[in-house]
């Protein structure tokens, strides 16, 4: 997933990514949640990657702040190792 131009792999990077945007935005939590119809605490949790929402609400909150998500193949990175079993 992209958001601002910032590749994310990991929840983590996600809710960093959203919160990024929110802030850019000038919007609290709260604010956010409004638009959303998400609660605050939910905000706060998804940004510090502590928890794993559904796809949905990730496609909610991108949508209300007015972003866009795009999958793409993903490149060669020599610091990713792929472990299959």
């Known amino acids: 997933m992209i958001l601002d131009q910032q590749l994310i792999r990991s929840l983590r990077q996600a809710g960093i990514a959203l919160r990024n945007r929110r802030k850019a935005l000038g919007l609290t939590q709260g604010e956010l949640g409004r638009r959303a119809g998400v609660k605050q605490p939910t905000i706060s949790d998804i940004e ?22 795009h999958l793409l193949p993903r490149t060669a990175d020599p610091g990713l190792t792929e472990q299959r079993s």
């Not at 929402?53 to 949508?63: D, K």
């Open 48 to 69: 510090n990657g502590v928890v794993a929402a559904s796809l949905e609400t990730y496609l909610i909150l991108v949508t209300a702040l007015d972003s866009e998500l």
